[in-house]
T-cell receptor
């Protein structure tokens, strides 16, 4: 497809379980970003990939959160031992680094609910 | 750490009114973007400004980048219910790499 896609669109899990969220960026975009958005709030930066490496992991809330990217394409965000405070929408964005504008194109997000 | 403050946080107006939302920082940005996000969707890019003092118009929306490239405003003329959403500004310090800093957004509700 032409845009950023994310799966699943919704995920309900029990406290303590692990979850994996997937992001497929726009083809050819070398930069990929993960954000967390709590209800009614702005975007909280989690991690940024340039190619397959992550020069900025400063936003990951705890060691329960990790992310990887392979083939300069798909990325997965993994949350281990989920807690209720992890409930939020997780947004992925990609960007064609090298342009003058660092414009980001967002996916529709994954809504995570931890019971 | 670059911070972007948006104001007001919430704005509720009647159809046909004009409004301005603001995005302020003590940091200088190479470029600044405005996004609109509707419920259940990801943010969608509206505009990018890169030059101090730059003004861009998108139909009824007017975007301005401050002369010092530290602040920006979004003015909507004759607001319509379709303008309802969360408006986010995002600044980039380097022009070709790295992450953008997002503000917390302005939630706009336009009542018919």
């Amino acid at each position: 497809g032409a845009g950023v896609s994310q799966s699943p669109s919704n995920k309900v899990t029990e406290k303590g379980k692990d979850v994996e969220l997937r992001c497929d960026p726009i083809s050819g975009h070398t930069a990929l970003y993960w954000y967390r958005q709590r209800l009614g709030q702005g975007l909280e930066f989690l991690i940024y990939f340039q190619g397959n490496s992550a020069p900025d992991k400063s936003g990951l809330p705890s060691d329960r959160f990790s992310a990887e990217r392979t083939g300069e394409s798909v990325s997965t965000l993994t949350i281990q031992r989920t807690q209720q405070e992890d409930s939020a929408v997780y947004l992925c964005a990609s960007s064609l680094v090298g342009t003058a504008y660092n414009e980001q194109f967002f996916g529709p997000g994954t809504r995570l609910t931890v019971l | 750490t670059q911070l972007l403050e948006q104001s007001p946080q919430f704005l509720s107006i009647q159809e046909g009114e004009n409004l301005t939302v603001y995005c302020n920082s003590s940091s200088v940005f190479s470029s600044l973007q405005w996004y609109r996000q509707e419920p259940g969707e990801g943010p969608v890019l509206l505009v990018t400004v890169v030059t101090g003092g730059e003004v861009k118009k998108l139909k009824r929306l007017t975007f301005q980048f401050g002369d010092a490239r530290k602040d920006s405003s979004l003015h909507i003329t004759a607001a319509q219910p379709g303008d309802t959403g969360l408006y986010l500004c995002a600044g980039a310090v380097r022009t070709n790499a790295g992450k953008s800093t997002f503000g917390d957004g302005t939630t706009l509700t336009v009542k018919p």
